[in-house]
């Protein structure tokens, strides 16, 4: 499913550029606008899904696929020694944007608990 208001589809449609650092058929990634760490990368799903909330079981392998491709791109950029995944799951959690997305952060001391 497309959303047109949604930019995280838009952008995975490759219709708003983005710094793309991978893409296949069904996933996409490409630097945060707003980095907050050095290295701060967005892994989205191409179709569009509101938050980790809205997976069912059909989605099991896609999830597992999001993964390998975090643990692919920190390898990439060198930073698979240290890196942090996270999806802010509803507002209240920090999420902003309602297309399930996962921070890979690196390149600085993260603190935990986090903030
Ligand atoms: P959230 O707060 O929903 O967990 O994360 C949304 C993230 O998307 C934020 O870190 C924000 O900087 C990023 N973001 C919002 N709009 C755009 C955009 O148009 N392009 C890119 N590359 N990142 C965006
Ligand atoms: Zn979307």
Redesign the pocket.
Known sequence: MYLMDC??CK?AAGE?N??KVYEDGEITA???????APT?I?IIPNKHMESLSAAGKEHAELLGKIQLAAAEIAKNLKVEDAFRLV??NGRKA?????HL?Y?LLAGRRFNWPPG
Not at 30 to 36: A, E, G, H, R, V
Not at 94 to 98: F, Y
Request: glycine share 4%; no cysteine; net charge neutral.
């Open positions: 930019i995280f952008i708003i983005a710094r490409f630097w945060d606008l707003n980095p907050q701060h967005l999806t802010n920090g999420q902003s944007v309602n997305h921070h």
